[in-house]
């Protein structure tokens, strides 16, 4: 096909000279434009289109490639920041368990190092007093014993207020936790196209995690003791671009359902919502506040136990022979029951038992937020798919659909728990 060029007017030029005139040629010139070549066709012409029409046309097209180019840029930085946001995690997963082994190394050492030192100190009074039936009291067992109770209670007091053993657990979560960010991250950029919406939302998580189980202890440190036991939450607020706005969409149109969503499949969420707060993470709640009050009691009576080791340990060899009697028996049977209260509470990690249930609450409250957060969504459109999200929620309690499906059937009726792993 033949293609139009756009030529200047050609100027010409040209002088004369007569024959009578000598020293006179004839001189021409012909000043000639370079000319732009357009790859127009044709045939775009014989469809009524004018030249400046077709040049605009080829203009527009070059800038559409150009805020293409711009768009490809702008995937590349989204995917960098992924990126970025993924060596941040894979390095708070190595910082959270190390502090792990380091406190779960606090809770063995410090345990071993108190009962040794409790036993040593009742061990003191008990030889004191034999010698001193004797009549040879020898006050330097009796100062040694009391100092050591005094020492054991004040590192006991101090191992119940940080709890090593329940510290440790938060970090076990937190690194099983920031691992699942990290393959997520990892996922997203192997599917392909991410969005800023994605770097948003994996920032938000990361900052949610810290915030749930933070790294220091002075200061951000979760109280072990609280009034009542609450579910853990690790995640950051659920909410929607324009939740607040009433979406404008026919209910009962083709937007209500699609998307692998449909009426039946919305019933069977909303009972698994049910069955999981009325079962599942009340009786992990409630199982929780056994814990946390037998851990109370024992946080009291240890350094209740070695103070009253110390004052009998005090008294070992004062007063007539039952009062000294009354104070042997306070530093040495003091000694041996505080060993064995701190023997159950930090080697039986009662505070990790804690932390393991609330931790396991706040895995279903989870669950019943993400559920709510689909259903609150009027356009199945904008959900998650509903096939993919039954199949994930049911692996998530370890079932399969049919027994998800099941449970579900069964409703208000149903006394099993959701869950088939916890």
């Avoid at 997203?188 to 220091?216: C, F, Q």
């Avoid at 989870?366 to 259903?375: A, D, K, T, V, W």
């Avoid at 356009?379 to 659909?401: C, H, P, V, Y």
């Amino acid at each position: 096909m033949a293609s139009l060029q756009a030529l200047s007017l050609c100027s010409c030029k040209l002088s004369f000279s007569s024959p009578n005139h000598q020293g006179r040629v004839i001189k021409a010139t012909n000043n000639i434009p370079k000319f732009r070549k357009t790859h127009l066709s044709l045939s775009n012409l014989a469809n009524g289109g004018s030249v400046e029409e077709l040049v605009l046309k080829n203009d527009f097209t070059s800038n559409n490639i150009s805020f293409k180019t711009d768009i490809i840029e702008s995937e590349e930085l989204v995917i960098g920041k992924l990126y970025a946001i993924k060596e941040t995690v894979s390095d708070r997963v190595e910082m959270h368990k190390n502090i792990c082994e380091q406190r779960k190394n606090w809770n063995s050492l410090l345990l071993t190092s108190i009962n040794t030192i409790i036993l040593g100190a009742a061990t003191m009074a008990g030889i004191a007093a034999t010698i001193n039936a004797n009549g040879a009291p020898l006050i330097a067992l009796k100062i040694a014993s009391t100092l050591l109770y005094i020492g054991a209670t004040g590192m006991v007091i101090i191992m119940n207020k940080i709890q090593p053993s329940q510290l440790a657990e938060e970090q076990r979560n937190a690194t099983r936790l920031f691992r699942h960010i990290q393959k997520h991250v990892q996922t997203v950029i192997d599917i392909g196209s991410p969005t800023a919406l994605e770097v948003e939302d994996t920032m938000n998580r990361v900052l949610a995690l810290d915030k749930a189980y933070p790294l220091p202890l002075l200061g951000v440190m979760i109280d072990k003791f609280p009034s009542a036991v609450e579910s853990a939450v690790w995640w950051p607020l659920r909410q929607r671009i324009g939740e607040d706005e009433e979406p404008e969409i026919d209910l009962d149109g083709e937007n209500r359902y699609g998307n692998g969503w449909n009426e039946e499949l919305e019933n069977e969420m909303r009972e698994i919502v049910g069955i999981l707060r009325r079962n599942d993470e009340a009786d992990y709640l409630r199982l929780g506040g056994i814990a946390l009050k037998l851990n109370k009691v024992l946080a009291l009576c240890g350094p209740s136990l070695t103070i009253l080791g110390a004052i009998g340990s005090a008294f070992v060899g004062i007063g007539s022979i039952e009062e000294s009697s009354w104070a042997v028996m306070l530093g040495v049977v003091g000694g041996a029951l505080a060993s064995v209260v701190n023997t159950l509470e930090h080697g039986g990690q009662v505070g990790m038992v804690v932390e393991l249930y609330r931790s396991n609450a706040g895995f279903f409250r989870e669950i019943e937020e993400e559920i709510e957060f689909n259903l609150k969504e009027k356009d199945a459109r904008k959900r998650e798919n509903g096939q993919l999200f039954e199949m994930k929620i049911a692996l998530q309690l370890g079932r399969s659909i049919a027994e998800l499906r099941n449970i579900a059937e069964k409703g208000h009726d149903i006394k099993e728990f959701g869950s088939k792993l916890f």
